[in-house]
């Protein structure tokens, strides 16, 4: 038989390679400057990225304003600008780039960004201050006995405090920092809601909600929210919260400790899976962590693969029960409708606009959606040295949301809807009404008139 003709990788469904952050050679310095020339070359070939942040424009102005106008003359040295930029956002390789696998060109920029940085760190590069702002248990942990004086010297409206902040540890005084609670989402739901006898789902569906250390220390709300919703439903749902996904630690390329995150917390979820309970994330990140990143660096790890499978973004699972056993009754409208910012790390996870479709249940509620990166990107958003440009990406999305004027805002990214929140200031002026920010889950649970 002949062999089969040759056709364009892309158009076979795409996929990632495993991580191969076991394997020393995956350190190498030097061999990871080397592909990144080779990707970065395909890239400047084709440039449909270069509006979707700005990793994209500064390599295509390092290539435009170097001595060749090739990748070339290019000092392997400026590949750091391109890096600093990224935000591992994953958007690149799943919205733009037709070059990813199968194709034989094999782009996947934010993965070999993620290598560059592991690399890097080996060498012993390493960003002090970030790191110990992605501690965020040992930080939440401290914060929580102290929760109301931490929030007072950290508010943008403590200018002295903030502007000595941003002096010793670089965080740029402007920059909105999560609160923190005396009681978190573990403390107030040490009790399961008891659900409802009446719930179309009852005695059939189980769920363990997974806090993420956001929700747990800075935004137990969700977490109410999404137990009370879940609840109603009929659902028996209790919380767990062992320690954070890791992914801090990945975007700094700390890959041995992300594995080992990985590898504790599936343990951690294996009794549940195994008496049937679905896994749900309440932070789209977290959710993307579980679903995708760990089966990546843990291919052959049964509970890391079992735990992925069972993991179900928080308005995900309120659509699938929607579907399939129905909705309690006592939805009430949202006056003045919600915009929904689908954030890039639920777009990553392939599932659709559930938190759109979620809020879209509630009766007589006008829901927008917008679709373009906030900017934030977790320490990026924060830093004095990159949160001009967390600002620069973000304004068309704010832009966007102003367009919309809706009553309220929301994310499955939360540092995102803060960020949004604070950029809608500057486009809408500080004298105009600004929509109230929340999860789509507490929208959702106050149409319910559950919180």
């Known amino acids: 038989m002949a062999d089969s003709p040759a056709r364009e990788g892309s158009l076979d469904a795409p996929f990632r390679h ?16 080397k ?18 942040c700005d990793s994209f424009p500064r390599l295509f102005d390092l290539i435009d304003e170097s001595k060749t106008g090739e990748l070339d003359s290019v000092a392997k040295s400026d590949y750091a600008k391109v890096d600093e930029a990224c935000t591992l956002c994953d958007m690149c390789f799943l919205t733009k780039c037709p070059y990813v696998p199968p194709h034989p060109f094999d782009i996947d920029i934010p993965h070999l960004i ?10 012993g590069e390493v960003q002090f201050i970030r790191e110990q702002l992605g501690e965020t248990d040992r930080n939440g942990k401290l914060a929580k006995p102290v929760a109301r004086l931490a929030n007072w010297a ?23 920092l999560p609160k923190y609670h005396s009681k978190t989402a573990t403390d107030r739901l040490k009790v399961p809601v008891p659900p409802n006898p009446a719930g179309p789902a009852v005695g059939q569906r189980k769920a363990v ?40 630690q990945l975007e700094a390329g700390d890959l041995a400790d992300v594995a080992g995150r990985a590898e504790r917390l599936a343990a951690a979820f294996a009794p549940y899976i195994d008496q049937g309970y679905e896994v749900i994330a309440l932070t789209a990140s977290c959710g993307l962590m579980m679903k995708f990143e760990w089966p990546l660096m843990l291919p052959e790890n049964h509970a890391v693969l079992r735990l992925a499978a069972a993991t179900r973004d928080i308005s995900e699972y309120v659509v699938d029960i929607a579907k399939t056993h129905g909705l309690a009754p006592g939805l009430s409208p949202v006056e003045g409708g919600v915009t929904v910012h689908h954030a890039c790390h639920a777009r990553a996870q392939n599932m659709g606009q559930k ?30 040295a990159t949160h001009p440009v967390a600002r620069k990406v973000g304004r068309p999305a704010a832009r966007a949301v102003a ?5 309220e805002l929301c994310s499955d990214c939360p540092l995102a809807c803060k960020h949004l929140g604070q950029l809608l200031i500057v486009e809408t002026g500080a004298d105009q009404a600004q929509p109230r920010q929340s999860h789509p889950i507490e929208i959702f649970a106050r149409a319910y008139g559950a919180l």
């Open 114 to 123: 993620l290598r560059y940085r592991a690399a890097k760190r080996r060498a």
């Open 18 to 33: 495993p991580i191969a952050w076991q394997d020393e050679a995956y350190y190498d310095l030097a061999a990871v400057e």
């Open 355 to 384: 938190s759109a479709e979620m809020l879209r249940l509630i009766p007589d509620t006008a829901v927008e959606v917008v679709e373009r990166c906030s900017g934030h990107g977790g320490t990026f958003g924060v830093m004095k």
């Open 209 to 248: 909600l997974y806090a993420t250390c956001f929700v747990d220390y800075n935004q137990p709300d969700t977490a109410v929210a999404a137990a009370r919703v879940l609840a109603l439903q009929g659902v028996q749902a209790e919380l767990l919260y062992p320690e954070c996904c890791g992914m801090p």
């Open 154 to 176: 950290t508010a943008r409206k403590n200018t002295p405090l903030r502007k000595l902040l941003e002096a010793i540890a670089q965080i740029d005084a402007e920059a909105v």
């Open 35 to 52: 592909e990144m020339e080779r990707q970065f070359d395909v890239c400047h070939t084709c440039r449909r990225c270069f509006n979707l």
């Open 403 to 407: 367009q919309k004027a809706s009553a």
